[in-house]
Every structure is written in C-alpha cells, then in structure tokens.
C-alpha cells in the first residue's frame, strides 16, 4: 500500500477518534530516542505540535515540522537534579499543559511527582509500581505472583556465575538496562568468564539469569488508565539492529498477550504506557514475557495498524477515561530505515554494505519490499530526511563509526546504576521536604 495514502488515513482516524484540543502545549521529556522521533509523528500526523527537552542539540526528534521549540537540558542519567530543574523551569515559562515521558524520565518523574505542577497533564503510575518493572528482578518475581509465564528465572551473585550449572545457551542481566544494554547471551565457558570480568570491574554484585527459548520477539505495547486497558498493539520483530532493536516489524494479533497485560496492569494500578517483551515458544506459540518499558515504545507500527497509542496516552494525561480502542490490524510491515543503515554498517564495517542498504531502502527492495517507513517518514515530515541523510553520509565515511552512534545516542537518555539509587532516595524522602522546585530542594539531604 502506498505510504502516503496509509498515513492520510491515519490523520482522518486520529482526528476523528481523539479531542485533545490543538492549542494545549505538549513537551516530550527527551527528542533522542527512536521512541522520541515516531511520538513526534504520532502526535504531529494528529494536527498536534511538541516541543521537546534535550541534552543533544542535534537530536534525532528536531528535525521535524511538528516541533516547535528545543529546550536545553543536562542529561537525566548524569544529573537528574539539573534535568528535572530544567523540566519544572520550562513548564512554567512555556505554560506546559502535558508532559509526555517517552523514556525513561517516567522513572525520575515518578520519584518526584510531587514537584510537577498539578494542572499539568502527567500520566504516571505510582513510583512503587515503577520499581516492580523498571527492574528486572522485581519484574520477574511480580510475574512469578500473577502465574504470567516466563522463562527459567533465577537470581545470582556474580561470585558464583562460574560455578554456575545450567545448560548454555542462557540471558545474564544486570537489575537494570535499557535499549539492550546490560543483557548478555552466554554461548559457553569463555563467554561466562569473559563476562564475570567485567562484571566484577564494573562493581556489579547480583544478576539475573535466564534461561533461552527458541521462539520469536514480540512486543505489546499497552495504555493504561487507573489500572483499566484503554489501548494496545502487539508485533514482531522480523530483523533486529545494534542494542537489539528493531529494523523491520509486523503487527499481530495476541489475545492471550493483552489478556496478561491486562493482569499486570490490575496489579499495578498502572496509569499512562506500559511495554512488554515476550518471545513466541516455536511449536507451541506460547507467549513467555522477558522484559518491560515502563514508557511509550516506537508506536508509528501501532498508528499504521489502527491504533493510536500516543493520542490514548494524551487522553489519559488529560484525566480523560477514553473508551477502549478495538484491535489494530495484523500483517502490517513497517521499517525504520536508519536502523537499518546502523546494522549495515555494524555487521562487517563495510563501506559496501551501506552502500547496498541506501540503494535497498531508497528502491524498497529486498528486505524491505512492502514496509512502510516509520522512523523517518519523509513523505509526511520532510525534515527529518535530515538526520537521515546525516547518518547515511557518516557511514559512509567510517562504517565503524555505527557503534559510537549507538553507545551516544543510548548514553543522551538512559539512567545510570547510581541515578536509579538516587531516585530510589529521593522517594525515601518525607515528601513535605520536597515541595519546592529550587535545586536544594530536589537533591536528598548530604549525611
């Protein structure tokens, strides 16, 4: 189908289907991520305009007619008190009316919620409820007490990984990690000795190991508002790119996915977007949940398909109680070519390599024959053919060059070990010592 038509069908459904009055100020938390640049588009097809915060002035989310002002801001992984000072500052000059957390700024928000204006728009779960998925090892035992199926999970000190006996090839993963970081695949003894190494230099204490499951990922991607399902969609991921992402997806219909989503929620309380990984069991097509994103993840496949995760969201933030959305449609093929260009390049740190992934994705070929282009949609947000071609001519110069892209882009938005500690302080504290937005106030009392 022809990308054009697809997304001028989106705009019509998304305005008929969502209120969310045009003039009212929506500010994203970051403009880095992938997630980051399709909410811009989600939002943008809708009529609606963003303005972002970030700490890179060359983000992937500026170039794009939908974003009408850029906010400077330190990074919130390696100063969350200057990030969140910065945030509460352009809320109240730009007159904010939602704030939309599109990584994982949810969980520094969510740590200091009291300090957001309360005539913002924020839809946020519990801090409590954060902690029981923003880590891996309380998300699996919140899986173990609602009986949702997962693989082989156990806890481990790093001391004993070496003497540990289970049957290769097995996930190790630190408590915390985002974009793939901090999750490896252990083939054999050398591997495991390789990585309790570096885990030992980083200072890492506990992991969680699991076992493997020949299947295939799939994502499902919910919005929830006061613990009710309002929307979903599920895919699959076809080819992944570094960190594990995705470079080409179809959606698909998962009853039994949503029906476990919909516990978890309950559970939780949860308020706003919450992701989930699972792989598919080959044989049984069993579903078995690996992970989740406390956050609104890459939602143009779920747009292209029918649903609107993004102006779902907005109505939750709103205060709204929207009535369920139906069920997208299956079998549609998206692509985010940029990521595509990154694994070109990433696999062998051949020139010739990008060079054929340009003439694929510029020609539809390939790989790529059928997919809708959800990442840079050039069609429908010229500007973004920007940052594209930016990263197209890098790789061209130094193929090598993928994997720094990568680690930069990660660094722009992700939390750190020791920010998630400090988080986990600041919600320790007597909230009436938190009510003002001066830097004194957002830091934890020195001991």
């Known amino acids: 189908m022809d990308g054009r038509r697809v997304l001028n069908g989106i705009l ?5 289907c969502f209120s969310v009055a045009n003039m009212r100020r929506i500010l994203l938390s970051e403009g880095s991520s992938l997630s980051a640049r399709e909410t811009i588009t989600a939002l943008g097809l809708a009529g609606r305009s963003v303005e972002l915060l970030t700490s890179d002035p060359r983000c992937l989310g500026r170039f794009s007619r939908f974003v009408t002002d850029v906010h400077r801001a330190p990074p919130a992984g390696l100063d969350p008190s200057g990030y969140l000072e910065v945030t509460l500052k352009v809320i109240r000059d730009r007159k904010i009316d939602i704030l939309i957390p599109v990584h994982d700024q949810a969980y520094l928000f969510a740590a200091r919620r009291q300090l957001i204006p ?5 839809a946020l779960a519990s801090f409590h409820s954060f902690e029981q998925v923003q880590s891996k090892e309380r998300f699996t035992a919140l899986l173990s007490r609602l009986c949702i199926p997962q693989p082989q999970t156990d806890m481990c000190n ?5 003497q540990l006996n289970k049957s290769y090839p097995f996930f190790v993963k630190t408590p915390f990690g985002t974009a793939g970081e901090g999750v490896w695949r252990i083939k054999d003894a050398s591997d495991m000795r390789d990585l309790v190494k570096g885990l030992n230099h980083q200072g890492t204490k506990q992991v969680v190991v699991q076992s493997e499951i020949a299947g295939k990922l799939e994502r499902g991607q919910m919005i929830f508002g006061g613990g009710c399902l309002v929307a979903f969609h599920t895919y699959r991921q076809l080819a992944s790119g570094p960190g594990g992402g995705d470079v080409l997806k179809v959606s698909v219909a998962r009853p039994d996915v ?9 559970a939780l309380a949860w308020h706003g977007a919450l992701s989930f990984d699972y792989i598919v069991e080959d044989g049984t097509e069993n579903p078995f949940f690996i992970d989740a994103n406390p956050r609104l993840v890459e939602p143009m496949n779920a747009l292209l398909s029918g649903v609107d995760l993004a102006g779902a969201l907005l109505e939750v933030s709103l205060g709204r109680s929207p009535p369920r959305q139906a069920e997208g449609k299956a079998c549609v093929l998206t692509r985010l070519g940029m990521m595509g260009l990154l694994d070109a390049a990433n696999r062998r740190g051949l020139r010739r390599d990008v060079v054929r992934e340009i003439i694929l994705l510029a020609s539809g070929g390939g790989r790529y024959r059928g997919a809708i282009e959800e990442l840079t949609p050039v069609q429908a947000d010229p500007r973004c053919a920007i940052p594209l071609c930016a990263v197209a001519i890098r790789l061209l110069l130094s193929p090598s060059a993928s994997a720094r892209m990568t680690g930069d882009t990660v660094r722009s938005y ?14 320790a504290e007597d909230p009436h010592r938190a009510g003002s937005s001066s830097a004194t106030s957002i830091d934890p009392p020195s001991h």
């Open 118 to 122: 309360s005539n913002v728009g924020l």
């Open 258 to 266: 949503i029906a476990y989503a919909e516990k978890i929620g309950a």
């Open 158 to 162: 790093v001391t004993d990984l070496n």
């Open 12 to 16: 019509r459904l998304s305005r008929f």
């Open 414 to 427: 992700s939390l750190t070990s020791e920010t998630i500690r400090r988080l986990q302080e600041w919600n």
